[in-house]
C-alpha cells in the first residue's frame, strides 16, 4: 500500500510529506515515502507509542494531535498520504498542504467525509484515492529486502491460527499493539 501511495503522491527526491495517521499502513507509508526520497516527512496521530515508533523509523517529525494542531506546526508539505480515515484529520491535513500539493487518501474512513472544496481549489491541490496495489509488490519485496522498509518494527505480536481472534482484537484492547500477525503453523 506505501508503494503504491507514494507512486499516486509522485513522492521523489525532495517531496516534503505528511503522514496522517501512524498505524501500520501509515508507517509503511512513512517509510516508502522516505525510500523514494522525501526529505522531510512528518506523521501525525494520538498514539504516542506509534509516533515513538516512527521516530525510530526515520520521520522527520512527528505530531501527537491531542496536543497540538497541525495548522501551528509550521510544516508546508507538497504531499498528504491521509491513512487515519478520520474526518477531522482530513480536513485540516488538507488545510496543510502546499499549493499545487498532492493529496492521496489511503485510509479507510466513512461512506462520505467534509473536504475544504474551495481550499482545494484555491491552492489547486490534487485529489485522488487509493484501494489496490497492482504491480507495486517487486518494488515492494525490494524495499523490505534492503531494510529500507522494516516490516519486523511493526509487529508488536504473534497469534496463532486458534488465537485469530484475539489477534484481531488486539489493537483495540492494548495501545501499544501496532501490527497483531497470524501464523497459522501455530
Given at each position: 500500500?506505501?508503494v ?28 516508502a ?43 508546508d ?72 522498509v ?28 501496532v ?8
Open positions: 500500500m506505501g503504491w501511495a507514494c507512486a499516486k503522491a509522485r513522492v521523489g527526491p525532495g517531496t516534503r510529506v505528511l503522514v496522517t495517521g501512524a498505524g501500520p499502513v501509515g508507517l509503511l507509508c512513512m517509510q515515502a522516505l525510500a523514494f526520497g522525501a526529505v522531510e516527512v512528518m506523521i501525525t496521530d494520538v498514539n504516542p507509542v506509534r509516533l515513538r515508533l516512527a521516530r525510530e523509523l526515520g520521520a522527520s517529525a512527528t505530531l501527537d494531535v491531542r496536543d497540538g494542531r497541525l495548522s501551528e506546526a509550521g510544516f508539505p507538497d504531499v498528504l498520504l491521509e491513512c487515519s480515515g478520520h474526518p477531522a484529520a482530513i480536513g485540516e491535513a488538507v488545510r496543510a498542504v502546499a499549493r499545487a500539493g498532492r493529496v492521496v487518501l489511503v485510509g479507510m474512513g466513512g461512506e462520505e467525509i467534509p473536504l475544504p472544496l474551495a481550499h482545494v481549489q484555491t491552492r489547486e491541490l490534487e485529489v485522488t484515492g487509493t484501494f489496490r496495489y497492482a504491480n507495486t509488490w517487486p518494488r515492494a519485496i525490494a524495499l523490505a529486502a534492503s531494510g529500507r522494516q516490516l519486523d518494527a511493526l509487529v508488536t505480536g504473534h497469534y496463532g491460527l486458534a488465537e485469530v481472534e484475539q489477534a484481531l482484537k488486539a489493537g483495540g484492547r492494548d495501545p501499544e499493539v501490527k497483531a500477525v497470524v501464523r497459522p503453523q501455530e
